[in-house]
């Protein structure tokens, strides 16, 4: 079992920044791959990045490529994702979410932390 809890989320003009934190607790928190996802309004759910607890290559969507950043804290048990530049088009609620290595679905998912960029 794993737990996920988002924070950071906020209201932010555009070209501004905001850093959310994923925290994640489980026996086996090692083997898992973290990823960030966000649902605009009437929007379906969109992967964003992800990046292994372990050594591994981490993984942008092309609109986030040179804005976000993903990074984790091993000691903290947390991930993180730094949002540059950001756009009116960023709005979403933001979801962390877990998955083991070698599994195409994520299982596991945090409650969500709204970020919303005014124009």
């Known amino acids: 079992q794993v737990q996920l809890v988002e924070s950071g989320g906020g209201l932010v003009q555009a070209g501004g920044s905001l850093r959310l934190s994923c925290a994640a607790s489980g026996r086996t928190i090692s083997s898992y791959v973290m990823g960030w996802f966000r649902q605009a309004p009437g929007k379906e759910r969109e992967f964003v990045a992800s990046i292994p607890w372990t050594v591994g290559r981490t993984y942008y969507a092309d609109f986030v490529k040179g804005r976000f950043t993903i990074y984790r804290d091993n000691a903290k048990n947390t991930v993180f994702l730094q949002m540059n530049s950001l756009k009116p088009e960023d709005t979403a609620v933001y979801y962390c979410?877990?998955?083991?290595?070698?599994?195409?679905?994520?299982?596991?998912w945090g409650q969500g932390t709204q970020v919303t960029v005014s124009s």
């Open positions: 979410a877990a998955r083991q290595l070698g599994a195409n679905e994520y299982k596991y």
